[in-house]
């Protein structure tokens, strides 16, 4: 058995041991004297983002797309071939096997860290050949792992070259395996499989992984989903708007950049509150009116040592949690009377107007709001002040969560195509987004009034640039209503 130091890792060669095997038509890897891939121009940074959505995606379900499939037969020098084995079997080239998996039995034994060299001697009629494997153990998720390998025809002239481009490309995988690891423990803690859920990665547009649930709404067959680009997915996604609750997460983990996307069904009409819903909102006021009495308490008890700004702040939580209860109880009122109010035309960009004066006089906000109006007729069929209540709640969520520093865009915009009129609510923080004013009671009966509508939520949160989006789709048949 002989070892040798290859760049700084272990390589085992069983010594003298030789395969001779029959010919097989899987074995046709070709000499080569050329040793740069199609992907050696990229930047690092991109080949490891890259190996890290494959490897995530490997690890969440355990086949390739053929995107992934394409990365890695970029990544291969000329006439060489890449290869993945799982659990016994070749995972990455489809189809008939390289070489017998016996070849290289000590890979799949042998922990740690160590590149290894198989010699593969292959004789047939029309002569005899020689091929060597190198391959390694990467790390996948759960204590799994995959054997990542180098197939090609033996030339001891270039040996040394090839030894070192694969030792490049362990080392990426390697980089890449930690970063998938880490997304894969991030994404237990968010991963709900009761409802239909995607992930896109952000640097290609492509969904990298989509459960069952999502796969069933959204496509024939899961495996048509996933690989898929992400904007031939989101008008289906857009369809479902009124019948579900759309949030799209983005996050990131070292190079790579993801977003999760969730639907979360509405079966039932929750328009009305029913007993037990009654008794959330008594919940749901209580703790604000608890918020509020014991902001009270502090500058009632305290008062003597408090500075004028911990005075200010205290009284700021008191409006805040007012102006709240006060909008769900509006809410709450428009639901009850709504069947019994008359149907007017009203104009969404007033309606905006309004909810934008309503939010910036009576909130300590010193924030910006911009309003951008692209449709020529932005008009929706509503009781009087309805839509202006809804896009006021919206905004005082925004508010909240990214703080009264933020600034707002809000953009008004039809797709006659897609017959749909768009009102989107884009916030940028300036600091940390308070993750739970997105869900409070506040939002909840947004999402009911929304309901009532029949209008489309769709929720966007990115943690990496402070950024909170929520866009309200309404039917374009909807908004030409008399």
Known sequence: MKTKQLNGVNEYT???WESTLQDSSATTVPQTTTFESAVSHLPIGAKVAAASSLLLG??????????????????????????????????????????????INPSSELAGEAIFSHRYELTSDIGRKVYRARTTSIKLER??????????????????????????????????SKSARKTCKILQKKIDNSRAQLIVNRASGCVVHANREAGSMLANELHDLVGSEYSHTASKIGDLSTQHKISLENFKVDDINLSLVTLTPLNRDTTSATPAETDTNSVRFKDSLSAIVTAASVIESSFDSLNAREIKDMANVI?????????????????????????????????VEKAIDSITSANRFTGEIKLHVSSEFPYATAPCDVYVNLFESV????????????????????????????????????????????????????????????????????DQSSRIVTSIIIPLQETLAR
Not at 145 to 173: K, Q, T
Not at 319 to 346: C, G, M
């Open 319 to 351: 409006l805040d949690e007012a102006y709240d209860v006060n909008r769900q109880l509006s809410i709450e009122n428009q639901l009850k009377k709504y069947a019994k109010r008359t149907q007017y035309r009203v104009n969404l960009q007033y309606e």
């Open 58 to 103: 490997v690890g969440l379900r355990d086949w390739l797309t053929n995107q992934e499939s394409a990365f890695l037969d970029l990544l291969a020098p000329e006439n060489h071939q890449v290869f993945l084995i799982r659990e016994g079997r070749f995972l990455y080239p489809k189809g008939a096997p390289l070489f017998p998996l016996d070849v």
């Open 14 to 16: 069983p010594g003298g």
């Open 143 to 176: 204590g799994s792992s995959l054997i990542f390998g180098l197939f090609s025809p033996e030339d001891a002239a270039f040996n040394d070259d090839i030894d070192d481009r694969f030792s490049s490309l362990v080392y990426m995988f390697r980089k890449a």
């Open 395 to 462: 905004l005082s969520v925004h508010s909240r969560a990214a703080g009264n520093a933020s600034k707002t865009l809000v953009s008004i915009s039809s797709d006659d195509v897609d017959r749909k009129l768009s009102v989107i609510i884009s916030t940028r923080s300036s600091g940390a987004i308070h993750r739970s004013f997105l869900n409070n009671g506040l939002q909840q009966d947004i999402e009911r009034l929304a309901k009532k509508l029949d209008v489309g939520l769709q929720y966007e949160l990115d």
